[in-house]
C-alpha cells in the first residue's frame, strides 16, 4: 500500500511538472488567455466595457452550444416532435443566456453542472439513456422476433390441417371404391341399398381456415396493442425520468455551492494554495506536513479510505445494472436464435407420407356340414378379393404462408450501450475528483470567501497541534 501511495505521488509531482512547464515554456499565450477569460468569466461584475463584451460572447458561445445539445436530447434521445424540439431549445437558450450575464451564483452553478456529471446525478441520468435505448431498440427487437415464431406455429397449424382435410379427399375415394367390391361381392338381394362412406369435412373448410385467420390477427393485434403500450409507458416513463434528473444536477451544484458559502467546514480538507500561503506567512508549514495523511490536494491522485470504499460500492451498483442489462441483450440474441431456427426448420420440413393398406376377401362355404362329418377341411368359393393401398402426404409447411423474416440485433445498439457503461464505469472512479473540481469552481468564484475557508483550517489545524504538544507534554 506504501508504495503504491509512492507511485501515486510520484505520479502526482511528475504531472505537476508537466503542467508547470506546458504552462511556462510550451503555450504561456495560450495559458494566459484561457486564465484571462476564466478571470472575467469567474468576476462577479465585469470591470469595463471590453470585459462586458467578453463575458456576453463567452455566455453566447455557451448558450449556442448547450442549445444545441439539448434540442438533438429532446429531438432524439426522449422523442419529442421537431417544432417542440425547436421551441423548447430556443427559450431554454435565452433564457440561459440572461441567466448567466446577470447572475453570478447562476453562472456558478451552471460552471458546477458539467463535473456534478460524473457524480451519481449524472450516472441516473445515464441510466435512463441506457433504458431508453433499450426499450427502442431491443424490446421491438424481441416482439418481431417472438411474432416470426407465432408467424412459424400458424402457417405449421394451417398447412398441417389444410393436409388433413384434404386428406378427405382420399377416404372418399377409398370408400367408394371399397363399397363398389362390397356390392360387387354380396348377392342383389342382399345388397345393402348403399355401401359407401358420406364425408362432410371438406364442406367446413372454408370456416375452419377463417377461425384460423380471425385467431392469428387476433394475436397479431393484440402484441401491436403490447408494443405500443410498453413504448409508449416507457417513452412517457423515461421524460419524466430524464426532467428529474436534470432537476437534481441542478439541485446539487445549488446544494453544493449553499453549504460552500454557508458552511466553512464544508468539504474543507485540501491543501490549496492559499492555505500553503497563509501557513508559509505564519512560519507554520511544519503544520501541512504533519497532517499530510488527513489533507488531500485537490490536484493530486491520492484518495481517502472512504473515498475508495464509496467507489467500489458505486461500481457494485453499477455492476448489478450491467447484468440486468445484459439480461435483456441476452433475451434479445435468444429470442433471434429461435426465430431463425423456427424459420429454417420449417422450411426444411419434408411432406410425411401416409400409408392406407385396405384388404378385403369375400367366400362362400359350399356344404360345410359335410366336411365337418367326414372331419374334412371345408372349401369355399371366392367371390371378391380387394386388396389395395393408397398414398398420401402431409405437409406441414408451403411458400404460401407470410413469414417475416427474423430481426438480428444490432450490433451499433450494442456498441453504445457498451460505450455509456464505460463511461458510467468512469465516473464511479471519476466521482472524487468531480467534486474536487467543483470545489475549484466555488473557489475561483468566490475567492474572498475561499480565503476565510483556508484561515478556518490554518485555526483548526493550530489547534489539533497544540493539543498534540500539550498531550505530548503532560506523559513526559
Request: hydrophobic share 45%.
Amino acid at each position: 500500500m506504501e508504495s503504491f501511495q509512492a507511485s501515486l505521488g510520484h505520479l502526482t509531482a511528475t504531472g505537476v511538472r508537466a503542467r508547470v512547464y506546458c504552462e511556462d515554456f510550451l503555450f504561456p499565450k495560450v495559458y494566459r488567455t484561457m486564465a484571462d477569460l476564466w478571470w472575467i468569466y469567474s468576476k462577479p461584475v465585469p470591470a469595463d466595457g471590453r470585459e462586458l463584451w467578453t463575458l456576453f460572447l463567452q455566455c453566447s458561445c455557451i448558450t449556442a452550444v448547450i442549445g444545441g445539445l439539448f434540442y438533438n436530447w429532446m429531438f432524439a434521445s426522449l422523442e419529442y416532435s421537431w417544432h417542440l424540439s425547436i421551441a423548447t431549445a430556443i427559450s431554454f437558450s435565452l433564457l440561459l443566456l440572461l441567466t448567466l450575464l446577470l447572475v453570478h451564483p447562476a453562472r456558478c452553478v451552471f460552471s458546477m453542472i458539467m463535473p456534478t456529471l460524473g457524480t451519481k446525478q449524472g450516472r441516473k441520468l445515464l441510466f435512463s439513456t441506457c433504458i431508453m435505448i433499450a426499450v427502442v431498440n431491443i424490446t421491438p427487437n424481441i416482439i418481431s422476433n417472438i411474432k416470426t415464431i407465432l408467424q412459424v406455429i400458424q402457417c405449421i397449424c394451417k398447412n398441417s390441417s389444410d393436409s388433413l382435410l384434404n386428406s378427405t379427399a382420399l377416404l372418399e375415394k377409398v370408400s367408394w371404391e371399397f363399397g363398389d367390391a362390397v356390392q360387387e361381392a354380396i348377392p342383389s338381394m342382399y345388397k345393402p341399398m348403399n355401401g359407401h362412406f358420406r364425408f362432410s369435412l371438406l364442406q367446413n373448410s372454408s370456416l375452419i381456415y377463417q377461425k384460423m385467420h380471425l385467431a392469428g390477427e387476433k394475436i397479431s393485434r393484440e402484441f401491436l396493442s403490447a408494443e405500443v403500450l410498453v413504448k409508449d409507458s416507457v417513452r412517457v416513463a423515461n421524460r419524466l425520468a430524464a426532467g428529474f434528473f436534470m432537476l437534481c444536477l441542478c439541485f446539487e451544484s445549488t446544494w453544493y455551492l449553499k453549504n460552500y458559502l454557508t458552511n466553512l467546514s464544508f468539504d474543507n480538507f485540501y491543501i490549496t494554495k492559499k492555505l500553503e500561503r497563509l501557513a508559509a506567512d505564519k512560519r507554520a508549514a511544519h503544520l501541512l506536513v504533519g497532517s499530510s495523511k488527513k489533507l488531500i490536494r485537490p490536484t493530486g491522485l491520492r484518495l481517502s479510505r472512504e473515498e475508495v470504499v464509496l467507489c467500489l460500492v458505486q461500481a457494485m451498483l453499477v455492476t448489478v445494472a450491467l447484468m440486468l442489462m445484459l439480461v435483456v441483450v441476452a433475451m434479445d440474441h435468444f429470442a433471434f436464435s429461435v426465430a431463425d431456427t423456427a424459420v429454417r426448420k420449417a422450411a426444411q420440413f419434408s411432406a410425411v407420407p401416409v400409408t392406407l393398406s385396405i384388404k378385403y376377401k369375400a367366400e362362400v362355404g359350399i356344404m360345410p356340414f359335410l366336411f365337418k362329418i367326414f372331419w374334412r377341411p371345408s372349401e369355399a368359393l371366392l367371390l371378391s378379393d380387394f386388396n389395395k393401398t393408397y398414398h398420401h402426404h402431409l405437409i406441414f409447411s408451403s411458400a404460401r404462408c407470410r413469414i417475416s423474416p427474423p430481426t438480428p440485433p444490432n450490433p451499433s445498439v450494442l456498441l453504445v450501450v457498451g460505450l455509456l457503461f464505460c463511461i458510467l464505469y468512469g465516473t464511479v472512479f471519476l466521482e472524487t475528483y468531480a467534486r474536487r473540481l467543483c470545489r475549484s469552481i466555488a473557489a475561483s468564484f468566490f475567492q474572498s470567501w475561499e480565503e476565510k475557508r483556508a484561515l478556518h483550517l490554518y485555526r483548526k489545524l493550530s489547534r489539533r497541534h497544540r493539543k498534540e504538544q500539550n498531550s505530548l507534554k503532560g506523559h513526559v
